[in-house]
T-cell receptor
Framework: AQSVTQPDIHITVSEGASLELRCNYS??????LFWYVQSPGQGLQLLLK??????LVQGIKGFEAEFKRSQSSFNLRKPSVHWSDAAEYFC????????????FGQGTELSVKP | NAGVTQTPKFRVLKTGQSMTLLCAQD?????MYWYRQDPGMGLRLIHY???????AKGEVPDGYNVSRLKKQNFLLGLESAAPSQTSVYFC?????????????FGPGTRLTVL
């Protein structure tokens, strides 16, 4: 079965601390992987995506993610969190060659302590 | 460019009432999608469209119908609303180019069914 698991429902970090959000996927074909961010009351904004090439991808707002095929993971990281990073983060997986249908994880809500 | 817009932003219905949610995109994207977002469940695909005049079922299509009469518009209909359809609904679009199938999201419609 195709699925995306984000094991952490809610994470709290202090401002300036590092962040890692976990994402594991199960997908039968070559995956196309995404991280989206959703601020309260807003739609989803793409942070970064990976299909092939360098397994460490850089995104917007200082985020990066590393694809590890052997672990079926695509974890999101940021070296120093800012208060404005407080939001909900979604990992998603989809096919490369079809209608772009994505399977989303349950989301991880990030809170930032001052 | 306005991107993806959704109408209305909020709506309260009584059980059994009908309504239509409108999604419009001005990016000339071929693919359009309707998702619902419920707490702890991420986004789930309701219906999608790979082009004008075509629609297909997603993961949770029951109780919903869609139409794509024009390339830029994708309508989601609830013929007889039920409390279980209380949710936040997101529309998204993406280009056909498989190398760039990032989905662009609208701001969402918050629907409450009493």
């Amino acid at each position: 079965a195709q699925s995306v698991t984000q094991p952490d429902i809610h994470i709290t970090v202090s401002e300036g601390a590092s962040l890692e959000l976990r994402c594991n996927y199960s997908y039968g074909a070559t995956p196309y992987l995404f991280w989206y961010v959703q601020s309260p009351g807003q739609g989803l904004q793409l942070l970064l995506k990976y299909f092939s090439g360098d397994t460490l991808v850089q995104g917007i707002k200082g985020f990066e993610a590393e694809f590890k095929r052997s672990q079926s993971s695509f974890n999101l990281r940021k070296p120093s969190v800012h208060w404005s990073d407080a939001a909900e983060y979604f990992c998603a997986v989809g096919p490369y060659n079809q209608g772009g249908k994505l399977i989303f994880g349950q989301g991880t809500e990030l809170s930032v302590k001052p | 460019n306005a991107g993806v817009t959704q109408t209305p932003k909020f709506r309260v219905l009584k059980t059994g009432q009908s309504m239509t949610l409108l999604c419009a995109q001005d990016m000339n994207h071929e693919y359009m999608y309707w998702y619902r977002q419920d707490p702890g469940m991420g986004l789930r695909l309701i219906h999608y469209s790979v082009g004008e005049g075509t629609t297909a079922k997603g993961e949770v299509p029951d109780g919903y119908n869609v139409s794509r009469l024009k390339k830029q518009n994708f309508l989601l209909g609830l013929e007889s609303a039920a409390p279980s359809q209380t949710s936040v609904y997101f529309c998204a679009s993406s280009p056909r180019d498989a190398a760039n199938n990032e989905q662009f999201f609208g701001p969402g419609t918050r629907l409450t069914v009493l």
